[in-house]
């Protein structure tokens, strides 16, 4: 027998084996299911941080809205913001405030665009943050961007095609300046 006959020989025999053939579907399937594991996970982390944002700017706003507060500016009020939220690594740089005052005569609402910190310009625009009198509707915006947990995989890959490098987290609320509280 020849040794190409007898390679020919050792090459059908090990195609017509069936050992190994568990973990090729293992080899096949862990991908998919690790990939779903790590969505729901960053889905999981996307959400505890918008709640988490959404409680904080709740919380901060009461004591705007009673008076706790005078003389308060962006920056002070972006500080007692983040001074409440954990999962915001560097927040102070990646979140922007608008407080927006809401005509009695005309009810024009600030517009859908929201502005929000761009990581990649030196320079970031200024916004609104107007306290407002006594008894007058406010609009209060706040906007986080940060990176997704798992950039490379499933939701993340999503995510990260913000324009902004990073995702957005937008917080809205709407109270009213309450007499007597000193703004």
């Not at 059908?12 to 996970?41: H, W």
């Not at 957005?168 to 109270?175: E, G, N, Y």
Request: glycine share 8%.
């Amino acid at each position: 027998m020849s040794a190409l006959a007898r390679l020919k020989a050792r090459i059908c025999r090990a195609v017509r084996r069936e050992d190994g053939t568990a973990s090729i579907e293992v080899v096949l399937a862990l991908p998919v299911v690790f990939s779903m594991f790590l969505m729901g996970l960053e889905a999981s982390i996307l959400m505890t941080r918008q709640m988490l944002l959404e409680h904080a700017l709740d919380t901060s706003m009461r004591g705007v809205r009673l008076g706790h507060y005078p003389g308060l500016d962006h920056d002070k009020f972006k500080k007692l913001l983040c001074s409440q939220i954990n999962l915001f690594p560097d927040c102070e740089n990646v979140l922007k405030i608008e407080l927006t005052p809401v005509s009695r005569t005309t009810w024009d609402l600030p517009g859908e665009e929201i502005t929000c910190v761009d990581r990649r310009a030196p320079i970031q625009p200024l916004t609104n943050f107007a306290q407002g009198p006594q008894n007058t509707l406010m609009v209060v915006r706040a906007c986080v961007v940060v990176d997704p947990f798992f950039p490379g995989i499933g939701l993340g890959l999503k995510l990260h095609e913000d324009p902004r490098d990073g995702y957005a987290l937008v917080a809205r609320s709407a109270f009213v300046n309450e007499p007597g509280a000193g703004i």
